[in-house]
T-cell receptor, first 112, second 118 residues
Framework: ELKVEQNPLFLSMQEGKNYTIYCNYS?????LYWYRQDPGKSLESLFV?????AVKQEGRLMASLDTKARLSTLHITAAVHDLSATYFC????????????FGAGTRLTVKP | DTGVSQNPRHKITKRGQNVTFRCDPI?????LYWYRQTLGQGPEFLTY????????KSRLLSDRFSAERPKGSFSTLEIQRTEQGDSAMYLC????????????????FGPGTRLTVL
């Protein structure tokens, strides 16, 4: 069974600092997604990573994928308060578009 | 707004009552998904449709739950004889899947329906 684990689950950062969120998954997959969720809101798609070594960047967020290690990272550079949210990674079971499994999420709080 | 919409946004009901939620996907999307999300957890897959066909159901979807997508557009999720354990956020998502198309399944989520069972 495909399992997705994120760590840390809670992260409190100072503005201007850097940090990395980790996403490990248990079975072979080459499609990984990162989503953001603000309190009381729905999930917003951030990144789609499709191959080993894929790296995508948007503003202060950069996501990467290592399919051999079954690991994705979401790196935050020079955090700002607006990045406070819960970040989820999700993985497609290989070959099965209907079997997306989500991690438990990382609740990020950026303090001034 | 052409995103995924869900109604109602909030529903409070008494245990044992039936509830029905509606999801309107992005109009050109042929796939529609239902998820359940409890506090502090990621969304858990419940079921999905490709057009009007329900192609997969999770083991989480007990026989009190039924979902339909009669014309391949909007979908409804009904919970019969609600229990307190059904209290959660119910999320709908949609995506576009075409033969020979994108090799991934980026799903777009609606705002969710928060169910509270008293």
């Amino acid at each position: 069974e495909l399992k997705v684990e994120q760590n840390p689950l809670f992260l409190s950062m100072q503005e201007g600092k850097n940090y990395t969120i980790y996403c490990n998954y248990s079975t072979t997959s080459d499609r990984l997604y990162w989503y953001r969720q603000d309190p009381g809101k729905s999930l917003e798609s951030l990144f789609v990573l499709l191959s080993n070594g894929a790296v995508k960047q948007e503003g202060r967020l950069m996501a990467s994928l290592d399919t051999k290690a079954r690991l994705s990272t979401l790196h935050i550079t020079a955090a700002v308060h607006d990045l406070s949210a819960t970040y989820f990674c999700a993985v497609d079971g290989k070959g099965r578009n209907n079997d997306m499994r989500f991690g438990a999420g990382t609740r990020l709080t950026v303090k001034p | 707004d052409t995103g995924v919409s869900q109604n109602p946004r909030h529903k409070i009901t008494k245990r044992g009552q039936n509830v029905t939620f509606r999801c309107d996907p992005i109009s050109e999307h042929n796939r529609l998904y239902w998820y359940r999300q409890t506090l502090g957890q990621g969304p858990e897959f419940l079921t999905y449709f490709q057009n009007e066909a329900q192609l997969e159901k999770s083991r989480l979807l007990s026989d009190r739950f039924s979902a339909e997508r009669p014309k391949g557009s909007f979908s409804t999720l009904e919970i019969q004889r609600t229990e307190q354990g059904d209290s959660a956020m119910y999320l709908c998502a949609s995506s576009l899947s075409i033969a020979g198309g994108l090799p991934y399944n980026e799903q777009f989520f609606g705002p969710g329906t928060r169910l509270t069972v008293l």
